[in-house]
């Protein structure tokens, strides 16, 4: 019986055959079945998925407990006033009922991986083309031929040379991208107090969640109802849940949004190239290991490029605008319901206004920064826009993307109520007025049409 992987698994397939018996000459030293388990463990996208969900549970098993009885039920009753609250409001009513997810930290990070995944792959993506473009012009990068000569195998970079370098970097990108995603939705469960606090899904989007452990981090301190908490809580989590759940279409302008974000990314290559050489080999098993690599991952950084940020206030703005409505309608039905709003309200504006290290984390790996500079552009829209029309009239800007109000917009209200007024649906991005028509039309001249008259005359 063979020590090695059947065809369809051999890893080393395509290879020079000169090559390819150096390599499984390696399998004494290990280095053979490192490459190997990195190759064939990785999956065929642009993140390894099941090594960000061990550094994500990783990274928030520190401090983490279950939710206890009373929490679950406590979250529970709120959620069920929430909804029937804000069936008074100026909210879109969702398809459904959706669910509630009461967890620990663990549990969220768990389950936020596939929430995520739209919002990390297309930058990985971008960086695993740029590492694999670098090494398929440097195959004879200095420090990689010391060690091959270190180790008896000068000759390795000259059997790569016909081969296609960036098809065999893209699992070492998915390991590096995967132990980056998982750091950040670590360190996001961590410090967020329910899915929309980033003001997009981090799950599916019927679904709201509530962590208790953080919570009371967050609240232990200012001596209010546990259930007033819940409650306020429970009203964010389901205005936005409305937005989302009950707009189809606009989870998926923010998902197109960041994919041509992520389409301008531009990596510095040579440092991730850098830094992968030093994710080889890690055990996932061993927590140190995975700590040191969790640290060296979170030292790389990509700078958005000036059309990434002009693409970014795009994304920002819409965020603003969600947020800042679903703020509004909590304030409105919670009004004189909740003795302990104004607090509650304060705790979470000072949260805000402090971004914490799951976003800091978010804006060095991907270059995406969720927040804008000023919150408040979209709180002083949404309330011209009301004083103009009153809560409902905030429905047109969610009637259809091309409604959405852009940067400057936002900033100038009147310039939106306008745009309204005459019927202007224009999107922020024109351009895509223009897909899907074809070609233009070809102009006949004033003699072709002459003629064609004239044959018509005569038939």
């Known amino acids: 019986m063979s020590d090695h992987p059947e065809p369809h698994e051999d890893p080393f397939a395509g290879m020079p055959e000169e ?51 009373e929490e679950r039920e406590r ?123 980033l003001g997009l899904p981090t799950a599916g989007r019927a679904t709201a969640v509530t962590i208790p452990v953080n919570v009371e981090e967050a609240f232990g301190d200012w001596d209010l109802d546990p259930m007033e908490v819940a409650l306020a809580l429970a009203l964010h989590e389901a205005a936005h849940r409305r937005l989302y759940h009950a707009v189809p279409w606009l989870e ?38 995975m700590q040191d690599a969790l640290q060296r991952a979170g030292d790389f950084r990509i700078e958005p490029t000036p059309e990434q940020r002009r693409v970014l206030e795009r994304i920002q703005g819409v965020l603003a605008l969600v947020s800042a409505w679903a703020r509004s309608a909590v304030a409105r039905v919670a009004a004189g319901r909740l003795p302990g709003l104004d607090r509650i309200d304060e705790v979470l504006r000072r949260r805000r206004a402090t971004k914490g290290s799951g976003e800091e984390l978010l804006a060095q790996l991907l270059g995406l920064d969720l927040r804008p500079e000023d919150e408040t552009i979209g709180e002083r829209f949404v309330a011209a826009v009301e004083e103009a029309h009153g809560p409902e009239g905030l429905q047109r800007a969610l009637a259809h ?45 004033a003699d072709e049409r002459r003629a064609e008259r004239e044959d018509d005359d005569e038939a």
């Open 19 to 69: 090559l390819r018996r150096m390599m499984e000459q390696l399998g004494g030293s290990g280095l053979f079945a490192q490459i190997q388990s990195m190759l064939t463990g990785a999956g065929s996208g642009p993140v390894n998925w099941d090594l960000a969900r061990q550094a994500a549970i990783q990274v928030a098993a520190e401090g983490d407990r279950a939710a206890t009885d």
């Open 75 to 197: 979250a529970t009753e709120a959620l069920r006033i929430a909804e029937h609250w804000l069936d008074d409001s100026s909210l879109p009513a969702p398809p459904d009922g959706g669910r509630l997810l009461v967890g620990s930290r663990q549990e969220w990070a768990n389950a936020a991986i596939d929430g995520m995944r739209p919002l990390v792959e297309p930058v990985a993506r971008a960086s695993t083309k740029a590492m694999g473009d670098l090494a398929q012009d440097q195959l004879q990068d200095e420090d990689m031929t010391r060690q091959l000569d270190a180790m008896g195998l000068g000759g390795l970079l000259g059997g790569l040379g016909g081969m296609d370098l960036s098809s065999m970097l893209q699992p070492m990108g998915a390991m590096l991208t995967g132990m980056q995603a998982g750091q950040v939705i670590g360190q996001l469960a961590r410090q967020l107090l329910g899915q929309y606090e």
């Open 252 to 289: 998926a302008h923010l998902h197109g949004l960041i994919a041509q974000f992520a389409n301008g990314t531009q990596v510095d290559a040579e440092k991730l190239q850098e830094l992968s050489r030093g994710m080889m080999g890690i055990d996932p098993s061993d927590p140190q290991a």
């Open 401 to 445: 993307p091309e409604n959405l109000p852009d940067r400057d917009e936002l900033v100038d209200p009147d310039s939106w109520l306008q745009r309204m007024a005459a019927g202007e649906d224009v999107p922020d991005d024109a351009s895509s007025l223009f897909d899907g028509l074809g070609d233009a039309p070809v102009e006949r001249s």
